[in-house]
Structure formats: C-alpha cells, structure tokens
C-alpha cells in the first residue's frame, strides 16, 4: 500500500491531480471557517461551547464540516446539491423531456447538470434564509446572539454570501472531477465528514464516556466498517450472451458478458431521506407552541433519536426509499430491451418480457436484503451508542460511515486504475 502511494507520488500526472486535488480540500476547509460578513466569530464560538448541536440540523451541520453552525461563507456545505440531484433523478419519472435528456448521452447530460446547478442555487437562497432566519430568533443556537446588527441589509448581505459559497464549492467539486482524482462532490463530502471525527474522538476520550468508552466506540466503527466495505464489494452477477452477427464477411458479437448488480444499489440516499423526512415534524413543531401538547409529544417520540417510535419510523423510511429509488434508477424493461436490441439474451431465459421478468425477480430479492442491511447499518451505531449513554450527535452514525467507506473505495479504484495505465502494478496488489 505504502509503496503503492510512492509510485503514485513519483508519476507526474498523477502527483499532479494529487496535490491539486489536496490543494482544492484545504481551499475547503479554510473556507468552512471564515464567517459571513456580520457574523459576530466571538458569539459563535461563545454559543458552540455552551450549547449541543441542534439533533434536527446534524446531518447538514455533518455534511458542511461543522460550517453549519458557525454560519461561515460555506455554512450550506454541499447538501444543496445533493438535494438539487436526487430532485432531478426522481423528476426523470415524472418529466418525460427530463428522460429523454438522459437517454441522449453526453449532451442530454450536460443539459441536465445545468439544470441541476440552477436548482442548487435557486434551494441555496432558500437553506440561507432559511438557516439566517432560525439564527436571528434563537432556533439556530438557543441563547445566543450570532448577528449583532439586526438591519434587514444585513441579513441580506449573509443570504447573498452564503449562497454565492455554495456556487463556490459546486465549482470547487467539479475542478476535482475534472482536474483532480475525480469524484469531486463526493469527495468534499468525504472531507467534511472525516473533519468533524477528531474533535468528536476527543470529547468521547475527555467527558462524554471516558477512556473505556472510547475505545468501545472505535471497535464499534471499525466492525460496522468493515461490514459495510463486505457487502459494498458483493455482487450478483447475472451472465449475459450476445449472438454472432455476419455483417459482410465480418463476424461481429460471441462475446460472453455479466449485468453486476450491487446488494445495496440506492446507495446512502435511502438514510438520507429517511432522516429529511423525521426531521419535517420537528421544524414544524419549532414554529409552533412550545407549550402544546403536540408539540412536546414530537420532541418526545420523534425527535429523539434514541425513541422507540423514532427508530421504527427510521427503519421503515429506509426500507420503503431501497425499493423506491432502486426501482427509478434501475429499469428491467429497458435494460431487456437494450438487451434485446443488439442481440444479448441470459442463458436459459427468453428475449424480452420473461428476460425483464427475470431481472424484475432478482433486483426484488437483492433489494429485500440490501433495504435489511441497510437498516442494520443505520441503526447498529445508534442502538451502540444509546446503550453505552454516548452522544448520538457523534459522526459514527450509519450516514457517515456509509459515504466514508464509498467515497473512499471509489477514490482507491480510480487511483488504482491510474496507476495500472503506467505501471504493471496498481496501487493494490
């Protein structure tokens, strides 16, 4: 592995995405830190260090490398985005022209990024004022004043600022995809998670469980990791045949080929909808009466992440969104027809509708158990976590650890299948 990373370091091409890749993280992180003009940095760190983060806003704090709640330039961190593009996706099934943009290649592609890009900007301006707003009344940090100056232009100064920093990383995710080791949103996902791990280790080690604790804890991630990099590599690989075709005196096809299909193909989006979703009653209960009853039966079965009700709901969103978003990413009929069409057929199954039957048969069992390990993955760190009476607003939850194992088994293949072009060994042997 060691060596691996001196090879990589001695190509010129590669040391240069490398180091123009780390160029572009530490661009990130220094901006994760740098408030928005009008934000008082002494009342921010004052409010951090008095009051625990708000549970309704961890996985957007978690995403912005703490940003969040510092209210710095980067506080939207790269969830715009990411919402930006699961809205586009689940449009391909609603907006026929969004399908038939996907189906025309490169250009339909591009056309759908743009899109993409507008909406971002467009439900960046709406998190900003969104997240300005909780801050001026107190929702944000409670009993804290993290803007002075209450003048309206002030609070348009940070709205503008805040969504201009979203342009920034949108653009900074993108130079590493294109200039970099790719992956680039991922990426950045990837560094603000890893970011808030240290100072989330030493709280565990210095107050919040003790030494013993603390260790319990890392055992506890690193056997979750190493089941969720387990079943991440596992794949069915369904065979597929393509026909010999004459044309002129060339033989054309023969070839003998696999469909690989993930155990858990909708990826961490199924988590992540499944904690939007939870956290939808808690905003509206903030904006209500805090003295309903209501209200205190939300905070009390919902929004507590170590409730019963919570952790059903929880399981059950996950499921239902495996099904759903497996089903729109993968069509059987229109990968039996493309099949179809240039000659492939599955040994032992008929061309066509028994071959989308076939396919529709496997992807349902796959599913069941990826939606199941999926589950176990998102619920193991928490249910660990609530019986050892440590903080669940610690990044070990299922979330994070999910898109640190991806993120990171992508960026070692890509690096790997760079090597492999100059040197007869990649970075793993």
Known sequence: MLSGFARAFRTPDLRRKLLFTIGIIVLYRIGSHVPAPGVSYKNIQACLANNESNDLLGIVNLFSGGALLQLSILALGI????????????????????????????TGTAKLTQYTRYLTIG??????????????????????????????????????????????????????????????MSMLIFISIIASFPGALWSIAKGNGGLGKFVV??????????????????????????AKRMVGRRVYGGSTTYIPIKINMA???????????????MLI???????????????????????????????????????????????????????????????????????????NFVIT???SAGS????????IPTVAFIAMGVSTNIPFGGTSILIIVGVGLETVKQIDSQLQQRHYEGLLK
């Open 123 to 184: 439900l960046g301006l709406l998190q900003a004022t969104t997240y300005v707003t909780m801050a001026r009344t107190g929702q944000l940090l409670p009993n804290c004043d993290p803007i002075p100056n209450d003048s309206i232009m002030t609070s348009v100064l940070i709205i503008l600022t805040m969504t201009a920093g979203t342009g920034l990383i949108m653009w900074l995710g993108e130079q590493i995809t294109e200039r970099g080791i790719g992956n680039g």
């Open 372 to 379: 199941i390990y999926l589950a176990l993955v998102a619920l």
């Open 285 to 359: 209960a903030q904006f209500a009466n805090i003295d309903a009853g209501w209200v205190r039966w939300v905070q009390v079965h919902i929004a507590d992440p170590s409730a019963p009700l919570h952790l059903v709901l929880y399981v059950l969103l996950i499921l239902f969104f495996c099904f759903f978003y497996t089903a729109i990413t993968f069509n059987p009929d229109e990968v039996a027809d493309n099949m179809k069409k240039y000659g492939g057929f599955i040994p032992g199954i008929r061309a066509g509708r028994p071959t989308a039957d076939y396919l």
């Open 365 to 367: 069992r796959i599913t």
């Open 217 to 242: 804890v890392v055992l506890v991630a690193l056997l979750v990791i190493a089941l969720v990099v387990f079943v991440e590599q596992s794949q069915r690989r369904i065979p597929v045949q393509y």
């Open 79 to 106: 969830m715009p985005y990411i919402t930006a593009s699961i809205i586009i996706q689940l449009l391909r099934v609603v907006i026929p022209h969004f399908e038939a943009l996907h189906k025309e290649g490169q």
């Open 267 to 281: 990826g961490v989006i199924p988590v992540i909808f499944a904690s939007s979703l939870l956290s939808v009653p």
